[in-house]
């Protein structure tokens, strides 16, 4: 009805700042309310953890995120979450997992090296906004130790939702501070796993699709050397 129709034109102000506030928790970032703001939202102000939001509700700027990547190599997916959020943000912290225990291919030194190098691909503005950092303590400590305040992961499928909202939940409890905001991998994507790359390598098929051809270079020289 029409009347249904004007109380839902009514509501879309409101509920695009509920879903701004429920995805980023905005009150931690947000201010001073600024009158004749489409949102009721705020206006920038000095502090490193807050955000800006323009007129159209666009968060703009929120600093001291973080996003975990790569524990093999860094795939062609990995490289497009990271590109992606150095869009939304003003600083990025790329965090590379030790993990020990996958046996990966390359040490920790060596795969936060492919990732330097991948972004440097990105051009300059996006280099010099990301930093790349391995670690071996808990997630949150990590995120804490680089004043991060929002933990970015990649979501290709439904079994990656699962380990993903398992994992929000404990790093939840574990630091109430820090909030978890998932991307979607683009959809030519979402079935990469480095994992896999790493199987496909060893036994000699064609990685190229999956990675770049630099990061191809680097696993076919190591496979060779290992065998």
């Known amino acids: 009805s029409l009347a249904t129709r004007r109380s839902t034109t009514e509501l879309r102000p409101q509920l695009k700042k509920w879903i701004i506030d429920k995805s980023l928790n905005m009150a931690d970032f947000l201010d001073t309310p600024k009158a004749g703001h489409p949102c009721g939202t705020t206006r920038m ?49 790329v965090g590379v997992a ?77 630091d109430g501070d820090v909030e978890t905001v998932c991307l979607m991998a683009s959809d030519k994507y979402q079935f990469i796993a480095s994992r896999l790359v790493k199987e496909i390598a060893i036994m000699g098929g064609q990685v190229a699709p999956f990675v770049s051809a630099r990061i191809a270079r680097h696993l076919l020289d190591r496979v060779e050397r290992s065998n």
């Open 45 to 93: 102000n000095n502090s490193p953890k807050k955000g800006v939001v323009d007129a159209n509700c666009k968060v703009h700027s929120l600093d001291n995120l973080y996003i975990s990547s790569a524990s093999v190599v860094p795939t062609n997916g990995h490289t497009d979450i990271i590109h992606r959020a150095a869009k939304m943000l003003d600083r990025l912290v």
């Open 98 to 174: 030790v993990n020990a225990g996958k046996s990966p291919l390359f040490d920790v030194d060596e795969r936060v090296a492919h990732v330097e190098h991948e972004i440097a691909d990105f051009g300059k503005d996006f280099a010099q906004r990301i930093s790349v950092k391995s670690f071996e303590n808990l997630l949150v400590e990590f995120a804490a130790d680089n004043d991060a305040t929002v933990i970015i992961r990649g979501l290709r499928a439904v079994s990656d939702f699962d380990y993903e909202f398992q994992m929000a939940s404990m790093n939840a409890k574990l």
